[in-house]
């Protein structure tokens, strides 16, 4: 059981560019979460998905698109890359919602831009 | 919408010393709580949650939290702190709305040999 992978570790963007950043989760998890983690800010969620077809903003989704194609997969779309937008990104699965269910988590991708 | 506060964005303690990591919760709804821990270079991991079966909460590692009502918190201790407890402790409350998690800023636990 490989849980949770993110591709890639580390990237870095030149303002303008953008990019996809890859999840997936071998656990048949039914809901995933992308979250963004700034220094002392904690984690704030980006987008969330109940299940293949279905996603969700979250709290800070703006500059950022999501699609659930498949129950294993979750991508990070990032179209036009902004300073504001280097941080490390946390994507997590779990079996279901997570308001009382263990969430979890990649090693992350620390990205920054440029 | 519900929010959770960590007191201390830093904490240090001995090797053998009490570790006590404090967060502070609002909801207007019973809520369920949850500690994680973010080792170096790592994502977080769950060390144990309320979910309002018991007020006081065993995980992992040897840490317990009491889920305190009246005071709104859920306070984080382990009673001998080792150098292997050094992480980034976030504590999370449930986000009814969105079905996920809010989180907090996170303490840092440096542990002094």
């Known amino acids: 059981n490989a849980g949770v992978t993110q591709t890639p570790k580390f990237r870095i963007l030149k303002i303008g560019q953008s990019m996809t950043l890859q999840c997936a989760q071998d656990m048949n998890h039914n809901y995933m979460y992308w979250y963004r983690q700034d220094p002392g800010m904690g984690l704030k969620l980006i987008y969330y998905s109940v299940g293949a077809g279905i996603t969700d903003k979250g709290e800070v989704p703006n500059g950022y698109n999501v699609s659930r194609s498949t129950t294993e997969d979750f991508p990070l779309r990032l179209e036009l890359a902004a300073p504001s937008q280097t941080s490390v990104y946390f994507c997590?699965?779990?079996?279901?919602?997570?308001?009382?269910?263990?969430?979890?988590f990649g090693p992350g991708t620390r990205l920054t831009v440029l | 919408a519900q929010s959770v506060t960590q007191l201390g964005s830093h904490v240090s303690v001995s090797e053998g010393a009490l570790v006590l990591l404090r967060c502070n919760y609002s909801s207007s709804v019973p809520p369920y709580l949850f500690w994680y821990v973010q080792y170096p270079n790592q994502g977080l991991q769950l060390l144990l949650k309320?979910?309002?079966?018991?007020?006081l909460v065993k995980g992992i590692n040897g840490f317990e939290a009491e889920f305190k009502k009246s005071e709104t918190s859920f306070h984080l201790t382990k009673p001998s702190a080792h150098m292997s407890d050094a992480a980034e402790y976030f504590c999370?409350?449930?986000?009814?709305?969105?079905?996920?998690?809010?989180f907090g800023s996170g303490t840092r636990l440096q542990v002094q040999p």
């Open positions: 999370a409350v449930s986000d009814t709305g969105r079905r996920a998690l809010t």
């Open positions: 997590a699965s779990s079996y279901s919602w997570a308001n009382y269910n263990e969430q979890f």
């Open positions: 309320y979910t309002s079966a018991a007020t």
